[in-house]
């Protein structure tokens, strides 16, 4: 069995057999984050999407701490190698597809920007599709409205997709994407950390129910979907 959980922003947790899996986990310094690094699981992956703290603050911290190892694009590994200690790194970059003890995992494009708070260059903004069994679960990330989503996500069967609009495509674009992409379950994410990304989600999931043919799943902060 497959579980993904939101740990609220942009993070999430995906545990497969007896792999746990954390993406972008931002947890010591967001007000919408109820667990504490420390009180995470044993985790044996950690993938990072793009530069910004909100993505990258607590990774080193929990990378070092479990022994697990970080998956981003190059630069941003050879970030962590050499500026923060992380003793386990694997840099890829956009296109290509990495074979994971859990399962693959693909980096997708991503329309955002990537600087590391240290104002290092972060390389390209990212987000990832995540095979495991025959599920595809596509985190678009921190990103605006492209159309070549489709080409790397269309029919998956969760998409993850920002909805706070200001740093992120908002919901009008997140209901264009999932649309364009045919997802079968959406989940929204990067929202309602802080005021200025609040969004509604029930209204959110009515636009969603209305224009598209996905299910939308509006999952609160610590909750579960099964895949
Ligand atoms: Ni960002
Ligand atoms: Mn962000």
């Known amino acids: 069995m497959t579980k993904l959980t939101w740990l609220s922003h942009g993070g999430w947790m995906i ?4 792999h746990r899996v954390l993406l972008d986990p931002f947890l010591t310094e967001n007000p919408a984050a109820l667990i504490s690094a420390e009180q995470l699981p044993d985790i044996d992956h950690i993938l990072i999407s793009h530069g910004h703290f909100d993505h990258v603050a607590d990774a080193a911290t929990i990378a070092n701490q479990h022994d697990a190892t970080i998956v981003a694009i190059y630069e ?4 962590f190698t050499n500026t923060q200690h992380v003793q386990s790194t ?8 990495l074979d994971l003890p859990f399962g693959s995992v693909k980096m997708t494009p991503a329309l955002h920007s990537s600087q590391l ?8 903004p ?15 990330c921190d990103t605006a409205l492209f159309s070549d989503m489709k080409l790397y996500a269309e029919n998956v069967d969760i998409a993850v ?18 649309k364009l992409i045919g997802a079968k379950k959406v989940l929204p994410a990067h929202y309602g950390t802080w005021p200025p990304i609040a969004q509604d989600a029930s209204q959110w999931a009515d636009r969603i129910r209305g224009e598209t043919t996905a299910e939308p799943v509006v999952l609160q902060v610590g909750e579960s979907i099964n895949l």
Do not use: C, H, K
């Open 76 to 79: 941003i590994a050879e970030w």
């Open 15 to 18: 545990e497969t057999g007896n």
């Open 126 to 140: 990212a987000g990832f599709l995540v095979t495991i069994d025959r599920s595809r679960i596509y985190f678009a």
């Open 117 to 124: 708070p240290d104002g290092s260059y972060g390389g390209e």
């Open 161 to 178: 997709l920002p909805i706070g609009d200001l740093f992120t495509m908002g919901i009008d674009d997140s209901v264009a994407a999932t």
């Open 90 to 97: 694997i840099g890829m970059n956009i296109g290509g597809q």
